[in-house]
């Protein structure tokens, strides 16, 4: 926007300073961008068009016009402190705000999905922290996300990730809450990186509590704390969902450690395939604590890739009889779903066996309770040294790492011509 709009700065703010009670914020975004960005307009407390936007009885806005008149000049004194640098928390940090008003606003944060076509960016956002970090030229952020209460095992791949990343550049960005988002953020810092988080109360509230600790480490000068909800605001359970969509739209990829059905984590990895991000699910195989993760990678999309092996940036499938995961819902093969996947399998297959010949690979597929046309598996071995996900070399395949070895174009032209 760049301050093409002359509406007034403080109101805006103002008005996302309403008590979630009174208005959410999903509800303030919508009557934001219906009434065009001018605050005025949406004072006047007009019925029709209320109405039209939220689903409210006329007597039910009467109240709410009441509520907002009575505190208008509070808030906008609020609103005033805060551009002004004067909110603090007791700790005598400062509450930041940046609006879409402003000319360095980073328009990348989005607002809400209303529906499948409806995406606006968020008009406030209260900061905590290093601001620059959400102006990251480059864009190399990382999202990763899951469960609160994780096993060991995925506590090791969130740092094992997280600490990947830092070392190499990118801002590590999640939730703040407990679990996956705690030693995301943590190992970001521990290795020197940049990390942000995503909250889903007001910035006065350290939820939960027992970050504190992290709190702390955290305002060092690589990181930042981000908020689209005012100070004061509770973290009731329904923010931390709108807050998993800007955690999904920042990252350019997107880790879902660990997650149930339902989960935040499968919102948040929801969203990353809506935003068109990369989505990697790690699991672990016959335990119900990771079904969110097994769920999101049934989504027919290449970006949404299963992992249970992560190794210098690279994501491997090993596991014997992973087939299984790819059954429906009446424990039915379900060959599509197998198919559109099959190029994940077969190239997980060679972190096991970095050379094998055709045989050896339709035999591993077989022994893993699957029959499928052997033109299928050519196809796909074919599509994949087009990519150069694998090569191939006297007869055998093997994986790029091992690239010592002359790639034959003869027996290339064989396999093209079988299938």
């Known amino acids: 926007m760049k301050w093409k709009n002359k509406f007034n700065k403080i109101d805006l703010i103002s008005f996302f300073l309403i008590d979630e009670k009174v208005i959410s914020l999903k509800n303030k975004i919508k009557l934001f961008y219906y009434f065009n960005e001018d605050i005025d307009e949406i004072l006047k407390f007009k019925y029709e068009s209320w109405n039209k936007i939220i689903k409210i009885k006329e007597s039910e806005l009467k109240i709410k016009e009441n509520a907002i008149k009575e505190k208008w000049d509070y808030f906008k004194e609020q609103a005033s402190n805060l551009i002004e640098g004067k909110i603090k928390k007791k700790d005598h940090i400062n509450i930041n705000v940046i609006t879409i008003y402003d000319e360095n606003y980073p328009l990348r944060v989005p607002g809400l999905i209303f529906d499948k076509e409806f995406l606006k960016p968020s008009p406030v956002i209260f900061y905590i922290g290093n601001i620059e970090i959400l102006f990251e030229e480059q864009q190399k952020y990382v999202s990763i996300v899951g469960s609160r209460n994780i096993l060991e095992i995925s506590k090791e791949m969130t740092v094992k990730i997280s600490s990947y990343y830092s070392k ?72 931390f969902y709108v807050r998993n969509r800007l955690i999904a739209f920042i990252g350019n990829k997107i880790y879902f450690i660990q997650g149930a059905i339902p989960s935040g984590g499968l919102i948040t990895a929801k969203y990353s395939i809506k935003f068109g991000k990369e989505v990697y699910s790690f699991f672990k195989k016959d335990d119900k604590r990771y079904e969110g993760n097994i769920e999101i990678s049934r989504t027919n999309n290449d970006k949404v890739k299963l992992f249970n092996f992560f190794s210098n940036g690279q994501h491997f499938l090993i596991e014997n009889n992973f087939f299984s995961i790819y059954k429906n819902k009446n ?84 396999l093209i011509g079988f299938c």
């Not at 690979?361 to 299928?376: A, H, M, R, S």
């Not at 006297?394 to 290339?412: C, Q, R, V």
């Open 331 to 414: 424990n039915n093969f379900d060959d599509k779903l197998f198919v559109s996947n099959l190029n994940k399998l077969i190239l997980s297959y060679f972190i096991l066996k970095p050379y094998s010949d055709f045989n050896k690979i339709v035999k591993f597929i077989n022994d893993n309770e699957i029959k499928i046309d052997i033109k299928i598996i050519l196809r796909t071995i074919v599509d994949l040294i087009k990519k150069n996900k694998i090569k191939i070399s006297n007869g055998l395949y093997y994986y790029p790492i091992y690239n010592n070895i002359k790639i034959e174009d003869t027996i290339f032209d064989q």
């Open 168 to 239: 190499n550049g990118y801002i590590v960005v999640s939730g703040f809450a407990k679990g996956v988002d705690f030693f995301a953020h943590l190992a970001a810092i521990e290795n020197g990186g940049k990390t942000l988080a995503v909250v889903g109360n007001g910035l006065d509230i350290i939820y939960p509590a027992e970050n504190l600790v992290l709190y702390k480490k955290m305002l060092n000068g690589n990181s930042l704390l981000i908020s689209e909800y005012p100070p004061g605001t509770m973290p009731f359970k329904q923010n």
